[in-house]
Every structure is written in structure tokens, then in C-alpha cells.
């Protein structure tokens, strides 16, 4: 995994409160060690984070489980509906009802996708033209193109976002069935997944005050 150089400035209730991309980077390792730990075939999952002082202070029966020297720490949110399956417009949809309160500085989405090597595009495009017009279905027929090629990797993508700050995208890849207990590889790139980066920035538009 790179690490992400930068700071990240946001200007809380008692002042300015800065927080290093390094920590945007250590919470990105954090959950894709939780979710590795529970194995493959989960739905997606999403984590606030939050600045591990204030959390300390306002929940001090969890000191025993915060990580010291964190500056952020992930909490897991509520599960997803059952319909909100990862990359299909449905998730889309919930991702853009969703908001956070002022205390959460910035989120993480993690959702198992397959990958397809580059000559597996015009199969995909080939199999989901004849229902292009209607999205849900064009998204189903893409799943089981994707589901049924020989050369599929079961994936995570593993997305952050800081409030007005820099983001972070990794790509988990499956080990092979043939060595199940080896670690998922781990791929980054700056432009990984750009739509959904947007789309979990997006959540922070609007502030919801009462969560």
C-alpha cells in the first residue's frame, strides 16, 4: 500500500483540528485488517471516522479499545439494506441519502467487486447492450457476465474520504483458492475509483446536526 503524504485541516467546534493524510492511510489498514478478519462473501460496510480524542472523551469506556497514538479511529456503522449490494445503483442511491454529524471528520466504504482483466470489456459490453435502456437490469446482467468469466479476481475496494480532505482507494485482491491463507495482495492508484470518491465526498455536502 503507498502512503499519502499531506494534511488535513477542519475546522471543528473548539478550532482548527488537523489531521494527516498518514492517518487517513493508518485507518484505511485498520479496516481492511477488520474486514479480512471476517472473511470473504460480506455486504458492504461503511466506517465515520471520527478524531480518537474527542471519541475518548465522550465514550471513556472505550479507551481500553482505541489504538493510542491514533489520531482517527473507524466506527463501524449499521448495516446496509439488504437491497444495497456493492457497486449497484442501489448502493449509489444510499450513498446519496446519506449524511454525517459535524464531529465526523471523514468516512470509509468497503464493498467486495470483481475485476475483469482489460480484454473482458467488449464481453461485458456485448452482454449488456440489449438492456442498456433500464439500469437495473443492465447492472444484474453485468454482475453475471463478470460473475461467470474465467479469469474473475474477487475483490475489496476499500475507499476514504477526509471532510474537505485528500482520499484514499485500495484495491484487495483475493488470494488464490489453491493458498486461501495467504494475505489479499493490496493495489492502490491515484484514479482507482474516482466515481466513488465523489460519491462518498458528496456525503459530507449537507451536515445532519440530529445523528
Known sequence: MSDFDGDYTHPGPSGAETYSAQA???CVREVADHVDA???GQPPQM???VPTAALAAAEPDLLDQLEDGA?????EQEPFPEDVGGGSP?????LATTSWPAGVV??????????LPPDAASALDSAVAPVLADEHAADEMARAT?????ERRDARLIAAVLRDGPSACVLALKPDEDDPDAEPELLTHEDLA?????ALYATFDVTDDDW
Do not use: K
Not at 489520531?71 to 466506527?75: A, D, G, H, N, W
Not at 442501489?90 to 444510499?94: M, S, V
Open 90 to 94: 442501489a448502493l449509489d442511491e444510499f
Open 106 to 115: 471523514g468516512c470509509v466504504l468497503v464493498q467486495e467487486i470483481v475485476v
Open 24 to 26: 487517513l492511510a493508518r
Open 146 to 150: 463478470a460473475g461467470a468469466h474465467p
Open 38 to 40: 471476517g472473511g470473504w
Open 71 to 75: 489520531e482517527l479511529t473507524p466506527v
Open 47 to 49: 466506517f465515520a471516522l
Open 194 to 198: 474516482p466515481n466513488l470518491v465523489n
